[in-house]
């Protein structure tokens, strides 16, 4: 059973950059594909980015190209994502995602972080 905890959120500037962090303990994380979802205020959960085991393998968002990025370290466990250039359309809650097999849907994961909430401000 693979505990998900997320940590970088908050409340930041337009135009400044974040990195979200997730870190993974109780499960053979190295095997398994790891990204974001994100769920703005009265809207659906959506598809950020999915990495695979090996980072061979990263999948963004169509409309998350190019300001989003994310990276993993395996030996530490760890998933992050980068967030350039921020802009109020991006507050959200992110959530950190774990998949036994190659994921890009916004719902569907095998372990999830708590969801921590990104607010920009402008």
């Known amino acids: 059973q693979a505990h998900l905890e997320e940590s970088g959120g908050g409340s930041v500037q337009a135009g400044d950059s974040l990195t979200r962090s997730c870190v993974v303990s109780?499960?053979?994380?190295?095997?398994?594909?790891m990204g974001w979802r994100r769920q703005a205020s009265g809207t659906e959960r959506e598809f950020v980015s999915t990495?695979?085991?090996?980072?061979?393998?990263?999948t963004y968002a169509d409309s998350l190209k190019g300001r989003f990025t994310t990276y993993r370290d395996n030996d530490q466990n760890t998933v992050n994502l980068q967030i350039n250039k921020l802009r109020p359309e991006v507050t959200a809650v992110y959530y950190c995602?774990?998949?036994?097999?190659?994921?890009?849907?916004?719902?569907?994961?095998?372990?999830w972080g708590q969801g921590t909430k990104v607010t920009v401000t402008s």
């Open positions: 990495s695979s085991w090996s980072s061979a393998s990263i």
């Open positions: 995602a774990s998949t036994l097999l190659w994921c890009d849907s916004a719902t569907a994961s095998d372990y």
């Open positions: 109780g499960g053979m994380f190295s095997r398994y594909a």
